[in-house]
């Protein structure tokens, strides 16, 4: 191991991140890759604040490399429940219901468009998923490798992590959103705000504690919400409601769809700046072939399933009053509460709330990730522990989420144009 004082970490590959505004002395190996113990070292506020969050088994990496020797997860399971779970969630539903509100959209049109703009959305994620085994390093700083030291710094990386930032806030702020609607579906005495605080929290709570946290928590998470989603196809069929809608024709049919494809694009390919992020533990002989093929399998099936299972729920709101209400009323949630309330009573409500809950699965990736982005924007944010950049983005998505969350689809589209 190589002692340098002081360490650039923009003039390397990564390296330890400085204490707030001192200068400080790193360990760094020959290969650019910061030794976990290393974050503790010295009198500096830095280290004082990691050696806290050491006691409660918090991560303490963030951008920096990870040396070969601590790439020790050779569980490639992980990598496709983490995306099964992210995606096995009620914000991927609502995707798939706003083709008929939002968009105008038949169903079989809306159908086709799922699969293809899915599959071809998911790919980017596949392929720099492979890249964390290889590099050991998060997604956002594998930029240096394509650019270059001043192209990186100057320019594109600060250009793209600051578009990153916007996607995470974005869409953290869109699902909460969504899950705040379940909950007032069960309740209408919970408001919105208060929902949004909830499933905020938790998922902060989850992220808190960094990568295996995140994992264990995926690992498991979307069993539950796989179950109720199929009681939702069991009940929605056995209703008979389902309302075959005609596909329009014309100009107006092609920018619908094209619309409606920006928005499912958007929401599977948006993944790709963190693909790396949950493979860089794993150990750097792991085949590409099998990372790909996990990450493919994790994202593929949830998105077109629970898409799709939206799409097919939202025709009945065409032609039966209770749907179209339910909406109107809770958004996505009243659409769920109109297919589960009435045959199952108060397990309706018990399903629907942890839909609700499924959103802390969808957002740990969003909150996680956006703190690599933070950090590769220069030394002063690296210089900020992970964790404590998990705080602030949680507390800037909660602001957007609460005065957005009655009117939903107009956030939705706004933010959809802007990314």
Same mark, same amino acid.
């Given at each position: 191991?190589?002692?340098?004082?002081?360490?650039?970490?923009?003039?390397?590959?990564?390296?330890?991140?400085?204490?707030?505004?001192?200068?400080?002395?790193?360990?760094?190996?020959?290969?650019?890759?910061?030794?976990?113990?290393?974050?503790?070292?010295?009198?500096?506020?830095?280290?004082? +604040?990691?050696?806290?969050?050491?006691?409660?088994?918090?991560?303490?990496?963030?951008?920096?490399?990870?040396?070969?020797?601590?790439?020790?997860?050779?569980?490639?399971?992980?990598?496709?429940?983490?995306?099964?779970?992210?995606?096995?969630?009620?914000?991927?539903?609502?995707?798939?219901?706003?083709? +008929?509100?939002?968009?105008?959209?038949?169903?079989?049109?809306?159908?086709?468009?799922?699969?293809?703009?899915?599959?071809?959305?998911?790919?980017?994620?596949?392929?720099?998923?492979?890249?964390?085994?290889?590099?050991?390093?998060?997604?956002?700083?594998?930029?240096?490798?394509?650019?270059?030291?001043?192209?990186?710094?100057?320019?594109?990386?600060?250009?793209?992590?600051?578009?990153?930032?916007?996607?995470?806030?974005?869409?953290?702020?869109?699902?909460?959103?969504?899950?705040?609607?379940?909950?007032?579906?069960?309740?209408?005495?919970?408001?919105?705000?208060?929902?949004?605080?909830?499933?905020?929290?938790?998922?902060?709570?989850?992220?808190?504690?960094?990568?295996?946290?995140?994992?264990?928590?995926?690992?498991?998470?979307?069993?539950?919400?796989?179950?109720?989603?199929?009681?939702?196809?069991?009940?929605?069929?056995?209703?008979?409601?389902?309302?075959?809608?005609?596909?329009?024709?014309?100009?107006?049919?092609?920018?619908?769809?094209?619309?409606?494809?920006?928005?499912?694009?958007?929401?599977?390919?948006?993944?790709?700046?963190?693909?790396?992020?949950?493979?860089?533990?794993?150990?750097?002989?792991?085949?590409?072939?099998?990372?790909?093929?996990?990450?493919?399998?994790?994202?593929?099936?949830?998105?077109?399933?629970?898409?799709?299972?939206?799409?097919?729920?939202?025709?009945?709101?065409?032609?039966?009053?209770?749907?179209?209400?339910?909406?109107?009323?809770?958004?996505?949630?009243?659409?769920?509460?109109?297919?589960?309330?009435?045959?199952?009573?108060?397990?309706?409500?018990?399903?629907?709330?942890?839909?609700?809950?499924?959103?802390?699965?969808?957002?740990?990736?969003?909150?996680?990730?956006?703190?690599?982005?933070?950090?590769?924007?220069?030394?002063?944010?690296?210089?900020?522990?992970?964790?404590?950049?998990?705080? +602030?983005?949680?507390?800037?998505?909660?602001?957007?989420? +609460?005065?957005?969350?009655?009117?939903?689809?107009?956030?939705?589209?706004?933010?959809?144009?802007?990314?």
């Amino acid at each position: 191991m190589d002692y340098k004082e002081p360490y650039d970490v923009e003039s390397s590959p990564v390296g330890a991140a400085l204490p707030f505004g001192e200068k400080d002395s790193t360990y760094v190996d020959e290969n650019g890759a910061v030794p976990g113990e290393s974050f503790t070292y010295g009198n500096s506020t830095y280290a004082k +604040i990691q050696r806290f969050a050491g006691r409660f088994n918090i991560e303490q990496r963030g951008i920096e490399r990870v040396p070969e020797d601590e790439r020790t997860d050779p569980n490639l399971r992980m990598i496709g429940t983490m995306w099964l779970a992210a995606n096995m969630v009620v914000s991927s539903f609502a995707i798939g219901a706003l083709a +008929i509100p939002v968009f105008d959209l038949g169903f079989v049109d809306s159908l086709l468009t799922i699969f293809f703009i899915n599959i071809l959305g998911i790919t980017p994620v596949c392929f720099f998923s492979t890249f964390g085994p290889k590099f050991g390093l998060r997604q956002m700083v594998l930029s240096r490798f394509y650019f270059g030291y001043y192209g990186v710094k100057i320019s594109v990386s600060f250009a793209v992590a600051i578009f990153n930032i916007l996607a995470c806030v974005g869409w953290s702020s869109v699902n909460v959103i969504v899950g705040a609607q379940l909950l007032n579906a069960v309740n209408t005495n919970v408001p919105g705000y208060a929902g949004i605080i909830i499933i905020a929290a938790a998922t902060f709570i989850v992220t808190l504690f960094g990568y295996k946290v995140v994992h264990a928590y995926e690992f498991w998470s979307w069993i539950p919400c796989f179950i109720i989603f199929l009681i939702v196809l069991g009940e929605f069929a056995h209703s008979g409601k389902f309302s075959n809608l005609p596909m329009g024709v014309g100009n107006s049919e092609a920018g619908s769809i094209l619309s409606f494809a920006a928005s499912v694009f958007g929401f599977g390919t948006g993944w790709t700046s963190y693909a790396a992020d949950y493979t860089v533990y794993q150990p750097a002989n792991s085949s590409k072939v099998k990372v790909f093929i996990w990450t493919f399998a994790g994202l593929v099936f949830p998105l077109c399933f629970t898409e799709m299972l939206g799409l097919a729920v939202m025709t009945a709101s065409i032609n039966d009053p209770s749907y179209a209400q339910g909406y109107s009323t809770s958004g996505i949630g009243g659409l769920l509460a109109a297919v589960l309330f009435p045959p199952l009573g108060r397990f309706g409500q018990f399903c629907l709330v942890v839909l609700a809950l499924s959103i802390i699965a969808n957002n740990c990736p969003n909150i996680y990730s956006v703190t690599f982005s933070l950090q590769v924007m220069g030394r002063w944010t690296q210089a900020v522990p992970r964790f404590i950049w998990t705080f +602030i983005g949680t507390l800037i998505y909660c602001a957007i989420a +609460i005065p957005g969350y009655s009117h939903f689809e107009q956030v939705l589209e706004d933010f959809m144009l802007l990314i």
